[in-house]
């Protein structure tokens, strides 16, 4: 099983951008679609962005499209979430996860988590 180590979480302030990492181990790797969710205090963890395999096709929640961009390296193992323009209803915990299929964004169809990592975002 891939086993997934996330990054880059921080302190902003609105406005401010930050690139989160999530690393996985393994050689299949670039056999999963990857998927990012957050969870922020007493809410339910909710997709946030997913990317296939290939990198080809992504998708958004609607409240970061535009805003935010899922991008992957597979020679890196790694796959990113750059994050701009941010604001206070983006502080949560972010998590990725294998697994993603285009459309697939309930966080029960997901059963490989990284621990995740922790953005607060400040006004």
């Known amino acids: 099983q891939v086993q997934l180590v996330e990054s880059g979480g921080g302190l902003a302030t609105a406005g401010d951008s930050l690139t989160l990492s999530c690393a996985a181990t393994?050689?299949?790797?670039?056999?999963?679609?990857m998927a990012w969710f957050r969870q922020a205090p007493g809410r339910e963890r909710g997709f946030v962005a997913g990317?296939?395999?290939?990198?080809?096709?992504?998708e958004y929640h609607d409240s970061v499209k535009g805003r935010f961009t899922i991008t992957r390296d597979n020679s890196k193992n790694t796959v990113y979430l750059q994050m701009n323009n941010l604001n206070p209803g983006d502080t949560a915990i972010y998590y990725c996860?294998?697994?993603?299929?285009?459309?697939?964004?309930?966080?029960?169809?997901?059963?490989?988590w990284g621990q995740g990592t922790q953005v607060i975002v400040s006004s």
């Open positions: 393994g050689r299949a790797f670039s056999y999963y679609g």
């Open positions: 996860a294998t697994g993603y299929l285009p459309g697939l964004r309930s966080r029960h169809d997901y059963a490989n």
């Open positions: 990317i296939t395999p290939n990198g080809s096709n992504s």
